[in-house]
């Protein structure tokens, strides 16, 4: 399994979204997720307990946006985390600590179509 964690901030283009297409939230995060084995895996994505499953070499993004109006976080063990991801031999499980979620493959199509009141999606989201 690969993960990732990319946030807006972190490339310096978090405020107001700048340089993140489509997007108007003050913080953006994003989780690349990898299925690098040879069966497939449960992704769950909590606390929306949305259940997927991944192809082996399927890579797909789970991206979240802050709550806060200055970016920030509220994290699951320590502050400023937007994602807390626990691995099991079959599954995933990845909290989110936005207050909304899009997952999409590697080409950027949705997984799946609720957008949990997400802002709208640019084609890098």
């Given at each position: 399994m690969?993960v990732r964690v990319?946030t807006?901030?972190?490339?310096g283009?978090g405020?107001g979204?700048?340089g993140?297409?489509?997007?108007?939230?003050?913080?953006?995060?994003?989780?690349?997720i990898?299925n690098?084995g040879?069966a497939?895996?449960?992704?769950?994505?909590?606390p929306w307990?949305?259940t997927?499953?991944?192809l082996?070499m399927?890579?797909?993004?789970?991206?979240?946006?802050?709550?806060?109006?200055?970016?920030?976080?509220s994290?699951?063990l320590?502050?400023?985390?937007?994602f807390?991801?626990?691995?099991?031999?079959e599954?995933?499980?990845?909290w989110?600590?936005?207050?909304?979620?899009?997952?999409?493959?590697?080409?950027?199509?949705?997984?799946?179509?609720a957008?949990?009141d997400?802002?709208?999606?640019?084609?890098?989201?």
């Amino acid at each position: 399994m690969i993960v990732r964690v990319r946030t807006a901030a972190a490339r310096g283009i978090g405020r107001g979204g700048k340089g993140v297409s489509g997007m108007g939230s003050a913080g953006t995060a994003r989780l690349l997720i990898g299925n690098g084995g040879e069966a497939p895996l449960e992704l769950t994505v909590e606390p929306w307990a949305e259940t997927h499953r991944m192809l082996p070499m399927q890579t797909w993004t789970v991206v979240t946006h802050s709550p806060a109006s200055d970016g920030s976080w509220s994290g699951t063990l320590r502050r400023d985390e937007p994602f807390q991801v626990d691995h099991r031999p079959e599954s995933v499980t990845v909290w989110v600590n936005g207050d909304c979620f899009h997952l999409s493959d590697a080409e950027g199509s949705a997984i799946d179509s609720a957008d949990w009141d997400c802002p709208a999606r640019g084609s890098a989201s």
